[in-house]
């Protein structure tokens, strides 16, 4: 693993973005950067990012970047793809789609899998906040079982949320992983096998919200090992055929240590708090996470 003074010393977010303090989001996107370097292209479909960025004229990013419509991140990322290509410059540059879970599993799913099944040349990253932050925190295909959000009944979301990773896997597309923005070396070094790869490569970033997730903002980086150590997250990657656990994942489906009690992570949060008075229900919050462990060691064949 690389260590913290072998990361490149070059940034391309600056200080004075416009995100809350704590946000995992622009973690992830300073060390994906700092792998990918400067002769990328970002696209960034409507979301918290839209906004990190800061107000025109002004701008937190150092790269050139197409704002484009909600739903349009695979199409717009597509777009930019084919255009280098004509001009024969799609192999000295990155094209990146970042896009909330709003964008990805919910109004952006359509473009994003047609791009994926046309084996389109580009990384789409899916920053995972578990909810609509940019609007007000509204639930989302990846809001958890039980969580609360302004569009869910008081005792929080009824379904389970939808294995956008393992969905995009199963596309036969060449690299998909799924990290947390809570590890930044490990954001730095799945970023820098992804640039080398061609074709649709999907990543997904868990990424701490503390304004969503109702916890204190110097806490952010907690919660998101949290829900790595308790196997809320499950981190891993699938290179070509061969499906891996990541980290310290890969340590809990080994055996090597066991999954923290998941009321660590639930009880601290305000967007579980009508949830853990129910035992009932947050049996079925664990039931949902074990299903997702089963059918990943059966993929990764442990
Ligand atoms: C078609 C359409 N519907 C609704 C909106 C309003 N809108 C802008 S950003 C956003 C939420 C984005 O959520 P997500 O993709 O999860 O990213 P986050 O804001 O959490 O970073 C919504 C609903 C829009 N821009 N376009
Ligand atoms: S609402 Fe959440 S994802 Fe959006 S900027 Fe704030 S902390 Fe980041």
């Given at each position: 693993m690389v260590t913290i003074k072998e990361l490149?010393?070059?940034?391309?977010i600056e200080l004075?973005?416009?995100?809350?303090?704590?946000?995992g989001a622009t973690i992830a996107i300073r060390h994906a950067l700092k792998a990918l370097g400067g002769n990328t292209i970002l696209t960034v479909p409507a979301c918290c990012m839209s906004v990190i960025q800061g107000l025109f004229p002004k701008n937190a990013l150092h790269l050139p970047v197409l704002?484009?419509?909600?739903?349009t991140a695979g199409a717009a990322a597509s777009g930019i793809a084919a255009g280098l290509k004509f001009m024969g410059k799609d192999k000295d540059i990155n094209v990146m789609a970042w896009a909330g879970d709003g964008g990805t599993y919910d109004i952006g799913i359509q473009a994003l899998s047609g791009a994926a099944e046309r084996q389109t040349n580009f990384i789409y990253t899916c920053y995972n906040n578990?909810?609509?932050?940019?609007?007000?925190q509204q639930r989302s295909g990846a809001t958890p079982y039980g969580a609360f959000s302004t569009t869910t009944p008081i005792i929080g979301k009824q379904e389970h949320r939808k294995p956008m990773a393992r969905i995009m896997a199963e596309h036969g597309i060449p690299y998909t992983a799924s990290i947390s923005a809570a590890y930044p070396r490990l954001v730095f070094e799945t970023y820098s096998k992804a640039k080398d790869v061609v074709g649709t490569r999907f990543i997904e970033v868990h990424a701490m919200c503390p304004t969503g997730w109702r916890c204190a903002t110097w806490d952010s980086v907690k919660f998101g090992k949290l829900a790595v150590e308790t196997g809320v997250w499950i981190m891993w990657e699938k290179e070509g055929d061969e499906w891996r656990f990541l980290g310290l994942s890969k340590r809990i489906a080994e055996g090597k240590i066991k999954r923290k009690p998941l009321m660590d992570y639930l009880k601290p949060q305000g967007r579980f708090r009508t949830l853990i008075k129910d035992p009932e229900r947050v049996k079925e919050f664990e039931r949902g996470i074990n299903r997702e462990w089963e059918i990943l060691k059966k993929r990764v064949g442990c």
């Open positions: 490149p010393r070059d940034e391309y004075g973005h416009a995100a809350c303090a704590g946000c704002n484009t419509a909600f739903e578990e909810s609509y932050g940019n609007t007000g």
